[in-house]
């Protein structure tokens, strides 16, 4: 297997060379690796630094750099599980050459939780975590992290996996990446609360490819009850832009009040706030004394994340004045005028063109609308 060096954050390491003329380059080597990802990594490096856990699973490894960043640039006890023999290798390599003392396992990862528990346990699988999160809870003592990059399933492209995978109904909206990363925390949850355990988000973000969760879990049927509070649906019109958060665990029949026909429910899944500011803060200000290659990007995303309104759905402004039939203003513009009007409205980390507001849609088209 040919290696290539490779640095990320202060760590350096080795990862297969890839074809770079694939169609999807990470899948041409032996073991997987995606640079695309480095934000992602950038960010659990960042946040641990934070939290301070006491150990570390880094639970389906693969190359295992999430793992070795995470011993190396936060120094806290670190296990690295993969089940593929190369993988292990990969990783046995990579920690010797670092001289990073990390426990290395080949199991299972769902045999591996069912008989370990671990401070943080991360879930980083090529594609869905549905069939882990199970497991991953029962082995999670504080913290559980998620990355999942089946996005046409959560998002609502393609229907039927996405309700076979997280016994959610999903749709594709011009607010996609918002539902889908809602269904996947949904799911978690109803994963997590029949252990009587509750969950709080801390950092939970959607970018390009992927939806990333970091949680903290909570012991206690009180903490689980209090969490299922906030599972329900968006109820979405499916011929205007008109929708209204439920509250339940079961949908309810309601009718568009601008187009007197039925709503389209959407999930179970998250309901309100996806983020702890104060933790958020905390990593802000962290942000400037570590090194990290993509920490421009993480700035904004972490500024807009503390920023946003906990509205469930966003709006695509310029798909709305596409439907006025005009031509849309400055973003700024349109919150401006909408706060002007009386009601919250910020910007959001899940799109360029997105606002997150509680004004009522004429309020919104308005805003859009008026001449300049």
């Known amino acids: 297997?040919?290696?290539i060096g490779t640095t990320e954050g202060i760590t350096t390491f080795f990862v297969p060379v890839q074809d770079a003329a694939a169609r999807f380059p990470p899948g041409s080597a032996p073991i997987f690796f995606n640079r695309r990802m480095e934000l992602n990594r950038d960010a659990t490096v960042l946040?641990?630094?934070?939290?301070?856990?006491?150990d570390y699973l880094d639970a389906m490894g693969a190359s295992g750099v999430r793992g070795l960043r995470v011993a190396n640039e936060c120094r806290i006890p670190v296990t690295i599980n993969d089940r593929d023999p190369k993988g292990i290798e990969l990783i046995a390599h990579n920690a010797c050459n670092a001289n990073l003392p990390v426990e290395i396992v080949q199991r299972d990862a769902g045999s591996l939780l069912s008989e370990r528990s671990f401070d943080v346990v991360d879930l980083d699988p090529f594609g869905t975590p549905a069939m882990i999160?199970?497991?991953?809870?029962?082995?999670t003592r504080r913290f559980l992290f998620v990355t999942a990059t089946d996005t046409a399933p959560l998002c609502g492209a393609h229907l039927k996996a996405g309700r076979r995978r997280y016994f959610a109904?999903?749709?594709?909206?011009?607010?996609?990446?918002?539902?889908?990363?809602?269904?996947?925390?949904g799911f978690v949850v109803r994963e997590t609360v029949k252990y009587d355990r509750g969950v709080t988000p801390i950092f939970c973000y959607a970018r390009e490819h992927f939806v990333r969760l970091h949680l903290r879990l909570l012991r206690g049927a009180r903490a689980a009850d209090e969490t299922l509070k906030r599972i329900g649906y968006i109820l979405q019109c499916p011929k205007c832009f008109y929708r209204t958060e439920h509250q339940a665990m079961f949908p309810e029949g309601k009718t568009c009040p601008y187009c007197d026909i039925p709503l389209t429910p959407i999930g179970p899944l998250w309901l309100g706030s996806l983020r702890d500011a104060g933790t958020l803060v905390q990593m802000r200000e962290q942000l400037g004394s570590m090194v990290l290659g993509t920490k421009k990007?993480?700035?904004?995303?972490?500024?807009?994340?503390?920023?946003e309104l906990p509205t469930s759905s966003h709006y695509d402004y310029h798909r709305i004045a596409k439907t006025a039939g005009c031509s849309p203003?400055?973003?700024?513009?349109?919150?401006?005028?909408?706060?002007?009007?009386?009601?919250?409205?910020?910007?959001?980390?899940?799109s360029g063109y997105g606002i997150k507001t509680e004004a009522p849609l004429p309020?919104?088209?308005?805003?859009?609308?008026?001449?300049?």
Do not use: W
């Open 297 to 307: 990007d993480l700035a904004k995303l972490i500024d807009l994340c503390i920023e």
């Open 363 to 372: 309020v919104i088209i308005e805003a859009v609308s008026a001449p300049r």
């Open 329 to 350: 203003p400055h973003i700024d513009t349109v919150i401006a005028r909408i706060i002007a009007s009386g009601y919250p409205a910020t910007r959001t980390h899940f």
């Open 47 to 54: 946040l641990v630094s934070v939290l301070m856990p006491s």
């Open 169 to 185: 109904q999903p749709m594709n909206t011009e607010y996609h990446g918002e539902v889908g990363l809602r269904i996947l925390l």
């Open 1 to 3: 297997m040919d290696l």
């Open 133 to 139: 999160v199970d497991a991953a809870v029962k082995g």
